[in-house]
């Protein structure tokens, strides 16, 4: 069962910042925020993760809200490469399960 | 970095016939996992391990088996093929400490049963 609501599909124009959303609201308290990416022909990818602050490696940014309901990745400046199936996921970091979804497809255009 | 190593990118097989992917790993990580991926359905969970000789159950691990004997390979086994397991099989390795932790997955596998 799906902890994660993710829009099946997305575009998004080259150079512009993708914003990708995810809802959570059954999150618990200790759970995480995960987002990897798998692009064509490739295992997933981890990005970043998160619990209640905001994070930001050279990937991306991760916006967790204040009531932790819902996220935003955000990759700043979009490339074609970037081309990819996006999964969001809450896990707790102690469990050795985690589930994917069916993601979000992010379609960069020239 | 972290390198998982699946045996094979595309592999062809029978129906009934028993079939074995291999998954390795080069950084001493605890945990491996096997997913299976399908369109319209992303990953799923078939078997975990964290530690060797330790297994647990995912969300679908009916018709498969797994073997961990050292720490660096997982083997995920098919005692009996059938075409409803054409599918790609992913594996996935992590740290095991728990906070802060990665997967890292290997290329895949794409299995098809005829």
């Known amino acids: 069962d799906a902890k994660t609501t993710q829009p099946p599909s997305m575009d998004c124009a080259e150079g512009r910042a993708a914003n990708l959303p995810c809802n959570h609201s059954t999150i618990s308290g200790n759970e995480y925020v995960y987002w990897y990416r798998q692009i064509h022909s490739q295992g997933p990818q981890y990005i970043i993760h998160g619990l209640k602050n905001n994070e930001t490696n050279e990937m991306a940014s991760l916006i967790i809200t204040e009531d932790r309901k819902s996220s935003t990745l955000i990759l700043p400046h979009a490339t074609l490469r970037d081309t990819a199936v996006y999964y969001c996921i809450v896990s707790y970091p102690l469990n050795n399960d985690m589930r994917f979804g069916a993601g979000t497809r992010l379609t960069v255009k020239p | 970095d972290v390198k998982v190593t699946q045996s094979s990118r595309y592999l062809v097989k029978r129906t009934g016939e028993k079939v074995f992917l291999e998954c390795v790993q080069d950084m001493d990580h605890e945990n491996m996992f096997w997913y299976r991926q399908d369109p319209g359905l992303g990953l799923r969970l078939i078997y975990f391990?964290?530690?060797?000789?330790?297994?647990e159950k995912g969300d679908i691990p009916e018709g498969y088996s797994v073997s961990r004997e050292k720490k660096e390979r997982f083997s995920l086994i098919l005692e009996s093929a059938s075409t409803n397991q054409t599918s790609m099989y992913l594996c996935?390795?992590?740290?095991?400490?728990?906070?802060?932790?990665?997967?890292?997955f290997g290329s895949g596998t794409q299995l098809s049963v005829l």
């Open positions: 996935a390795s992590s740290l095991g400490t728990g906070i802060n932790e990665k997967l890292f």
């Open positions: 391990s964290y530690d060797v000789k330790m297994k």
